[in-house]
């Protein structure tokens, strides 16, 4: 009896994910997998990859394109969130695994699978997204990690896929350990495992250098309705096609990369470089929005939030009810957030220069030093009286 009988596989048409299938039927006992790659917009061809699963053993390779639920449903929501995590990472990775989860827990329903697989290692995040996200949408399924378990070195890796055909990636692979899709790039391992080592520019693609960027500033007009990003420079676009335009502009002025050393849940520190150029100037727009259209104690109390939302999406909580209950909130706090943010882009950063709604509640007679200025400046005085009461108090009672 192996482990389970019929498995569906997230595959990438990596080494690793290519030696899970072999193994789990050979090691394990499966009698049939059927692998599941998603295309999230990392840009690989995909024909190939589903080739290469039939190629490494699979008994059937799926190609599932679910670029447009992941900038919808994923990144928005994380968005109207201005979810960073340790005030940096935009869970460019992180957003993508509750997606693939799902897309391998419907599959497995579909066909008829016990079991679900990924070929995540033990000291990562990814295994914990993966795992619990499985756990919450079909707790009934089992999930198998291979790489987890059967403590290959790489060169060990290669050679066991060589006795099933598995080719061993022509060019000498590159040190880095590299995931990519629409939001962004998350690259570590190798030489970045020194965290005094600068980054080499090579392993940037989607941000220009510096000294490469433009020498004028190019200025975007992103519009939101109700938290979401609707609108480039008076152009309604699709979510994909909007992220898409903005990865562009932002990258080509050299916006969006990140070189932290961050805390992995697992207990590990990891030096992450990451290129989201953006996801970033989407977040900074959106949350300069909400500025002009919430309420200073929403804003507050939203922004408090924000560091908790992150950190469960970080930690593999997506599909859970306290983020759940967080859903609801910021969902209720969007309803106004309509309006134009207007940014320029020069040498690395994005500025906000401008923005404009519908729903402002900025009130320019009340805020203007001029002489139109209808603010009642004797009722400060009250006021003021009324708020400092406890601090004299204090002041007079320990004096
Ligand atoms: N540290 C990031 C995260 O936990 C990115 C992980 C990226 N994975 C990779 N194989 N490079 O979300």
Known sequence: ?????KVVLAYSGGVDTSVCIPYLKHEWGVKEVITLAADLGQGDELEPIREKALKSGADQS???????????????????????????YP???????????????????????????????????????????IAALNPKLKVLAPAREWGMSREQTIAYGEQYGISAPVKKSSPYSIDRNLLGRSIEAG????????????????????????????????????????????????????????NQVAGEHGIGRIDMIENRLVGIKSREIYETPGLIVLIQAHRDLESLTLTADVTHYKRNLEETYGQLVYNGLWYSPLKAALDAFIQQTQQRVTGTVRMKLFKGQATIVGRQSPNSLYSPDLATYGAEDVFDHKAAEGFI???????????????
Request: hydrophobic content about 40%.
């Open 191 to 246: 030489p970045l495992e020194d965290p005094w080592f600068e980054p080499p520019e090579e392993i940037y693609l989607l941000t220009k250098a510096i000294a490469d960027t433009p020498d004028t500033p190019t200025y975007i007009e992103i519009g939101f309705e109700q938290g979401m990003p609707t609108h480039i420079d008076g152009e309604r676009l699709s979510p994909v096609d909007l992220v898409t335009r903005v």
């Open 62 to 88: 799926l190609i599932v394109d679910a670029t447009a639920s992941f900038i919808q449903d994923y990144a928005f929501p994380a968005i109207q969130a201005n979810a960073l995590y340790e005030n940096r």
């Open 91 to 133: 869970l460019s990775t992180a957003l993508a695994r509750p997606l693939i989860a799902k897309l391998l827990v419907e599959a497995a329903e579909q066909y008829g699978a016990d079991a679900v697989a990924h070929g995540c290692t033990g000291k990562g995040n990814d295994q914990v997204r993966f795992d619990v996200a």
């Open 385 to 399: 009286y009324v708020w400092g009461l406890p601090t004299r108090v204090w002041a007079e009672k320990t004096r």
């Open 1 to 5: 009896m192996g482990r389970a009988e």
